[in-house]
T-cell receptor, first 113, second 112 residues
Framework: AQSVTQLGSHVSVSEGALVLLRCNYSSSVPPYLFWYVQYPNQGLQLLLK??????LVKGINGFEAEFKKSETSFHLTKPSAHMSDAAEYFCAVSDHSGNQFYFGTGTSLTVIP | NAGVTQTPKFQVLKTGQSMTLQCAQDMNHNSMYWYRQDPGMGLRLIYYSASEGTTDKGEVPNGYNVSRLNKREFSLRLESAAPSQTSVYFC???????????FGSGTRLTVV
């Protein structure tokens, strides 16, 4: 089965600083990859997705992620953190049938004023 | 607004009680899913329905049953609730499997 590993369950950055949230997947064959964001007491919202069209994927709210096959990674970045970015972020990978998605354990992002 | 609607938002059950969590989507999506979210464990798939009339087990199906009532609705039933089923439950839907999900706002269930 597919799996994803998110390094760092908690990340703190200063407002205006670079945001880097790490995600590594298990498969050697490029799967479909996603990043979701969850604000307190809400469901998950899709930030961006990789579906093999381009290795650098741009999402909403200024986030982007780069697929690196050689590193089996799909790290999420944002050049300048904003207070409103404080949330929990989940990386997810689908299996090859697309019927099942496997989520990482999440990274809680704190933005310090 | 179009989306995924879950009811109820909060529920407290006693051990052994049963209940059904309801989920409906109005986006004409084929696939629907039930996940549970627990601290430190991310989201784990309970059951999914790839299309109307089909259901399949996910990673953690024990203690649950589902019904895909029609294309819009996908319910999750706990026949005999246990404290280990205390969790936040999310329903999601998807048009095509690799397009990503649209999630509902969740049901926070406590079993005492």
């Amino acid at each position: 089965a597919q799996s994803v590993t998110q390094l760092g369950s908690h990340v703190s950055v200063s407002e205006g600083a670079l945001v880097l949230l790490r995600c590594n997947y298990s498969s050697s064959v490029p799967p479909y990859l996603f990043w979701y964001v969850q604000y307190p007491n809400q469901g998950l919202q899709l930030l961006l997705k990789y579906t093999s069209a381009a290795t650098l994927v741009k999402g909403i709210n200024g986030f982007e992620a780069e697929f690196k096959k050689s590193e089996t990674s799909f790290h999420l970045t944002k050049p300048s953190a904003h207070m409103s970015d404080a949330a929990e972020y989940f990386c997810a990978v689908s299996d090859h049938s697309g019927n099942q998605f496997y989520f990482g354990t999440g990274t809680s992002l704190t933005v310090i004023p | 607004n179009a989306g995924v609607t879950q009811t109820p938002k909060f529920q407290v059950l006693k051990t052994g009680q049963s209940m059904t969590l309801q989920c409906a989507q109005d986006m004409n999506h084929n696939s629907m899913y039930w996940y549970r979210q627990d601290p430190g464990m991310g989201l784990r798939l309970i059951y999914y329905s790839a299309s109307e009339g089909t259901t399949d087990k996910g990673e953690v199906p024990n203690g649950y049953n589902v019904s895909r009532l029609n294309k819009r609705e996908f319910s999750l039933r706990l026949e005999s609730a246990a404290p280990s089923q205390t969790s936040v439950y999310f329903c999601a839907s998807s048009e095509l499997q690799n397009y990503g999900y649209t999630f509902g706002s969740g049901t926070r269930l406590t079993v005492v």
